[in-house]
């Protein structure tokens, strides 16, 4: 009896923790029968960091996070009897978060590219992205040879601040903290365009009359879980539920909750 109370005590404990932290991805663990021997960073719980500006992977829906990676982290949790548990910062500090074990792993439509893996490991992929450019309806940008020496909004940290940083001639790259106020920046007309990931970009067009997405992506990219380095059992794990979820529909189940079936900018991207 003293156990059951315990237990109750500690989910009633655990949900207080996932309102404060004003995240949702709570798993049903009920039914699973351990971790598969993995030690987490806080004892029966699964954090994710994540940036929860980047809809459709990860936004707020009043004081939840949700979309494509809270439900993959969620899933995950349950496979491993955790409960998944999501910390919200600014996108450049979620792999410091891993490497320091602020966190169990970083999900955040992130990219795996070359400086990152210097300092975390990454799951196989789990989809494919690309960097996109957002300009208004009347810009005289149509095509990617355009943007040489403009302004170039993007989000800090980003692989469209690295591509407009590297890849632009004389281009004033303009850093923001979130991708809505790179756009923002476009539509008050100080920048020219937003360079950004496809998925993101088609959230913002939706929902800003007078935007459009050029045809030509400037990136092919894969987005995967980021863990701490040498975290191999995690990483294991990871993976392998990331093959099940592949191979029993539910990746595609989640990702035709979030995009309705809105794939074309991806094919374009691949
Ligand atoms: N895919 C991009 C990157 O990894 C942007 C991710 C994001 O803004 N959440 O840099």
Redesign the pocket.
Known sequence: MKKVKKLLALSAAAAMLMSMTGCSGSSENSDNTGNAGISTVSEGKLIWAT?AE?EPYEYREGDNVVGIDADISAYIAEQLGLEAQCEDMA?DSIIAAVQSGKADMGI????IDEDRLENVDFSTPYTD?GQVIIVKEDSPIKAPADLAGKTIAV?SG???DTYASENVDGAKVDRYSK?AEAVMAVLQNKADAVII?NRPANAYVEKNPGLIILDEPLTV?Q?AIAVKKGNTALLSEINRILAEMEENGKMDEIMAKYLGGNEDLTETAE
């Open positions: 940036n980047f996108f955040a439509g992130m990219t992205a989000q980003t692989t469209g991708g990931d990219e987005y």
